[in-house]
């Protein structure tokens, strides 16, 4: 496509709740990479494909967090049993090759646990 | 490991002034650095990267930086703001050379006053 897409845009969940998070990237780009941006802080790093495969997963902050990509395209990003700290902005971006021209970014997913 | 510090978390500035947006980074080995700009609600946009060569890079709407090996700092600077330019920017670090994830800064928020 012609930029990054994520969905929803917004999500309200209630605290237990599972929810995933969408991300398609531009066709054609090889890594895929989750960041979280929380009020007042920067972006958080999560995690990072290339292709299929995720060789670093060094940010995903428990094991209520996990994510795939399926196909070289599209990945979803899982919280299971929400609580209220993962209330955030869920940002995707990609990039061509090791990202040395910097990463396109989607519009991010708000994501709010009440 | 490396990091980023914007030491100014908000910075405003008239119309038609200059502005400088502060960053120093840390890394024992030599790194890529980036900024980019996130309008209200929206994803994070490139505006400019350092690699190699010219310490003085320009990027998109007139903005530039440049690399300071010794200082370790890579500053955003535009000589004349407009309304426009109101919005966060985040300073970028990754080593060079293969992948490693990108750390972010935590952004600084530039208020353009009329």
């Known amino acids: 496509g012609a930029g990054v897409s994520q969905s929803p845009s917004n999500k309200v969940t209630e605290k237990g709740k599972d929810v995933e998070l969408r991300c398609d990237p531009i066709s054609g780009h090889t890594a895929l990479y989750w960041y979280r941006q929380s009020l007042g802080q920067g972006l958080e790093f999560l995690i990072y494909?290339?292709?299929?495969?995720?060789?670093?997963k060094s940010g995903l902050p428990s094991d209520r967090f996990s994510a795939e990509r399926t196909g070289g395209s599209v990945s979803t990003l899982t919280i299971q049993r929400t609580q209220q700290e993962d209330s955030a902005v869920y940002l995707c971006?990609?990039?061509?090759?090791?990202?040395?021209?910097?990463?396109?970014f989607g519009s991010g997913t708000r994501l709010t646990v009440v | 490991a490396q990091s980023v510090t914007q030491l100014d978390s908000q910075v405003p500035v008239f119309e038609e002034a200059p502005v400088e947006l502060r960053c120093n980074y840390s890394?024992?080995?030599?790194?890529?650095l980036f900024w980019y700009v996130q309008y209200p609600n929206q994803g994070l946009q490139l505006l400019l990267k350092y690699l190699s060569g010219s310490t003085l890079v320009k990027g998109i709407n007139g903005f530039e930086a440049e690399f300071n090996k010794s200082q370790t700092s890579f500053h955003l600077r535009k000589p004349s703001v407009h309304i426009s330019d109101t919005a966060e920017y985040f300073c970028a670090v990754t080593p060079s050379g293969g992948y490693q994830k990108v750390t972010f800064g935590t952004g600084t928020k530039l208020q353009v006053i009329p």
């Open positions: 971006a990609s990039s061509q090759g090791q990202g040395m021209d910097g990463y396109t």
């Open positions: 890394s024992s080995v030599s790194v890529y």
């Open positions: 494909f290339q292709g299929n495969s995720a060789p670093d």
